[in-house]
């Protein structure tokens, strides 16, 4: 296969998942991911995967090529049109500047910001061997977004963001639209946010996972490192103590069926719900017996429960020994976790099993003001330069 028709492979297995706008498409068959990420095989580069470039000292990713899905899923989000001025924060390879410039066309420009000098030459380098020279890429940290160039149409962050840097809201001209991956309480959701009055209103919202910003705007990570070899890790919301759950999440659980009898169906919208409804929410990752796992739960004190098969210790990897969904209590006060975790779990089933998409997210610049006949629906979320109020649809 030549590279066009691998490009053609790529974009007819993303269709079957996904729907991908006719431009954005165009896009994806024009340019040739291969150019940017030089040290991989050809054949590896059009596959649906991401592609890490760059990790620290420690070994953890830095700089990447981002899944082709959810890179086409942000572009239709961020709905960029011929002519358009562009800001990207996050240039990493200057692949997904690339197919901006295909998208905003000869009569649009785009700029796209990385933090390290070596990524803003290789992604200088790159975009010049694939014949995007009209790409003008900079060296600085993207909370400044890039005065120079502003008013921008669109501006996107293909780097995960704790809060809305106020300079890409200023950047931003009338009627122009931000899209950028956020953290909604330990849960990273790409959302495309347009000025509505006083404020910004979320236009979609989409599931994603990528890496945390650096540099001055990286706002708290609520991670707890259980242990670290075989590596356990419990995020958390936000910042708090909690007590001896390693401990804890040795013994047998106290089991608490989700179900009761009728099928509760479960999926990834679920977590969202914890995380917005109930601060105690815990998201376990890391080995869990044999293999590397994560699970979603309650943590309180030296107690922790966890959603898993019925019959399963998920901590130990065990799976379930029956049919049906059960909250997993340990530690003294586990059974109550587990009662109302499965009780989170049963509301999330009762209100139509809400996913990602049915999110809706307002952001208010600085506190929330509250509104008249605020019903005290929907959950505020506190960052720094903004105020988000999130409800599920
Ligand atoms: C997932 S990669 C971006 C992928 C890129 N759009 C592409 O198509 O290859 C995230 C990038 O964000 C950059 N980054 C992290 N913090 C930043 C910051 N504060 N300002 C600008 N760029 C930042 C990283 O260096 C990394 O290259």
């Given at each position: 296969m030549d590279f066009a028709e691998q490009r053609q492979a790529m974009v007819a297995h993303l269709r079957k998942?996904?729907?991908?706008?006719?431009?954005?498409?165009?896009?994806?068959?024009?340019?040739?991911?291969?150019?940017?990420?030089?040290?991989?095989?050809?054949?590896?580069?059009?596959?649906?995967?991401?592609?890490?470039?760059?990790?620290?000292?420690?070994?953890?990713?830095?700089?990447?090529?981002?899944?082709?899905?959810?890179?086409?899923?942000?572009?239709?989000?961020?709905?960029?049109?011929?002519?358009?001025?562009v800001l990207e924060i996050?240039?990493?390879?200057?692949?997904?500047?690339?197919?901006?410039?295909?998208?905003?066309?000869?009569?649009?420009?785009?700029?796209?910001?990385?933090?390290?000098?070596?990524?803003?030459?290789?992604?200088?380098?790159?975009?010049?061997?694939?014949?995007?020279?009209?790409?003008?890429?900079?060296?600085?940290?993207?909370?400044?977004?890039?005065a120079e160039r502003a008013p921008y149409d669109r501006v996107i962050a293909t780097v995960g963001?704790?809060?809305?840097?106020?300079?890409?809201?200023?950047?931003?001209?009338?009627?122009?639209?931000?899209?950028?991956?956020?953290?909604?309480?330990?849960?990273?959701?790409?959302?495309?946010?347009?000025?509505a009055g006083d404020h910004w209103a979320g236009r979609s919202v989409a599931p994603c996972g990528f890496m945390r910003m650096r540099g001055a705007f990286a706002g708290p990570e609520a991670i707890v490192v259980l242990r670290q070899d075989p590596e356990l890790m419990l995020g958390l919301p936000e910042w708090r103590e909690?007590?001896?759950?390693?401990?804890?999440?040795?013994?047998?659980?106290?089991?608490?069926?989700?179900?009761?009898?009728?099928?509760?169906?479960?999926?990834?919208?679920v977590t969202l719900w914890l995380a917005l409804r109930d601060s105690r929410c815990c998201v376990l990752t890391g080995r869990l017996g044999q293999g590397y796992g994560m699970s979603i739960g309650l943590v309180d004190g030296d107690a922790i429960a966890l959603l898993g098969g019925r019959g399963a210790h998920v901590a130990?990897?065990?799976?379930?020994?029956?049919?049906?969904?059960?909250?997993?209590?340990?530690?003294?006060?586990?059974a109550a976790l587990a009662a109302d975790l499965a009780g989170h779990v049963r509301a999330w089933n009762e209100a139509g099993r809400p996913e990602t998409g049915d999110l809706r997210i307002h952001a208010y610049p600085g506190a929330y003001p509250g509104r008249a006949g605020d019903d005290g629906q929907g959950t505020v979320v506190p960052k720094r330069h903004t105020t988000l109020v999130v409800t599920f649809n």
């Open positions: 998942r996904q729907d991908i706008s006719d431009p954005v498409a165009a896009a994806l068959l024009a340019v040739p991911r291969h150019l940017f990420v030089p040290g991989v095989d050809p054949e590896d580069a059009y596959r649906d995967v991401p592609i890490v470039t760059k990790r620290d000292d420690a070994g953890r990713p830095i700089s990447s090529s981002s899944q082709p899905a959810i890179m086409a899923t942000m572009l239709d989000q961020l709905g960029v049109e011929p002519g358009h001025r996050g240039a990493g390879t200057g692949y997904n500047a690339a197919l901006l410039a295909h998208l905003a066309g000869p009569a649009g420009h785009v700029v796209s910001v990385d933090i390290d000098e070596d990524i803003v030459a290789r992604a200088g380098r790159h975009l010049s061997a694939a014949g995007a020279e009209r790409v003008e890429v900079v060296g600085a940290d993207g909370v400044q977004g890039y963001v704790w809060d809305l840097a106020p300079a890409w809201l200023e950047q931003l001209g009338a009627g122009g639209r931000l899209v950028a991956p956020l953290d909604l309480r330990g849960v990273q959701v790409s959302v495309a946010l347009e000025r909690i007590g001896d759950v390693l401990a804890a999440l040795d013994d047998e659980p106290d089991e608490v069926a989700v179900d009761g009898g009728e099928e509760v169906a479960y999926g990834p919208g130990r990897g065990r799976g379930p020994t029956g049919p049906g969904l059960a909250a997993q209590g340990h530690g003294p006060g586990g």
